[in-house]
């Protein structure tokens, strides 16, 4: 089973590793099930409408089509991030209601 090669956390690198997430198949089948345009697949901007770096965390904000609150997707975002770079400390996103953490 190969293994990923962790990395440190910067805007360069989380720009790397956030792209390799959304080529996924994983998030390609969230892009049909979300009614993208197939323009938009594996575009980091097709998923997301800000990206920040915050503090050693990330603040995400998905785009309306896939809904602010999609707790599997922001979930499995998480975890993939955290594997690739363990120093990432808390990943959220901020809604109307406030924030989660994921």
Known sequence: MPTLETLELDG???????KEFVLSDYARGV???AGVQPT????????FSSVWLVEG??????KRAFDERNDALLDRLAKYCRARIPKIGTIYTLH???KDIY
């Open 57 to 62: 965390g990330v603040e995400v904000r998905l």
């Open 31 to 33: 892009f049909k099930t």
């Open 12 to 18: 360069a690198t989380f720009g790397r590793v956030l």
């Open 40 to 47: 938009d697949y594996g575009l980091i901007e097709g998923m």
């Open 96 to 98: 109307r209601d406030g």
